[in-house]
């Protein structure tokens, strides 16, 4: 079955990195786009940077010139380079998969950002 297993996440200071990982199994990853989301308390998921199955990208304005999301189709795993953090990046970082009309979604990966 479609498994997503987020990693790397942890507590930085502004203006620090941070690479968080996802590990995908269960379906054909090569052929597959992958979404990184995230949802700070008490608001909603949103979306953050998406990576299509040809390495096209795209970014919340947000984070763009700041996050760079990319894959590694031998590992099957996607990654979201996270520079010059800020508190507002404070979440819960979430991988997802849209696949034949469902999302999927690995539990998640906490990133903090604090001084």
């Known amino acids: 079955q479609v498994t997503l297993v987020e990693s790397g996440g942890g507590l930085r200071q502004p203006g620090e990195s941070l690479r968080l990982s996802c590990r995908c199994s269960?379906?054909?990853?090569?052929?597959?786009?992958i979404n990184w989301y995230r949802q700070a308390p008490g608001n909603e998921r949103e979306l953050v940077a998406s990576?299509?199955?040809?390495?096209?990208?795209d970014y919340a304005e947000s984070v763009k010139g700041r996050f760079t999301i990319s894959r590694d189709n031998a590992w099957n795993k996607v990654y979201l380079q996270m520079n010059i953090l800020k508190p507002e990046d404070t979440a819960v970082y979430y991988c997802?998969?849209?696949?034949?009309?469902?999302?999927?979604w690995g539990k998640g990966t906490l990133v903090t950002v604090s001084s």
């Open positions: 997802n998969l849209k696949k034949d009309g469902l999302d999927y």
């Open positions: 990576i299509t199955w040809n390495r096209l990208t």
């Open positions: 269960g379906f054909t990853f090569s052929s597959h786009g």
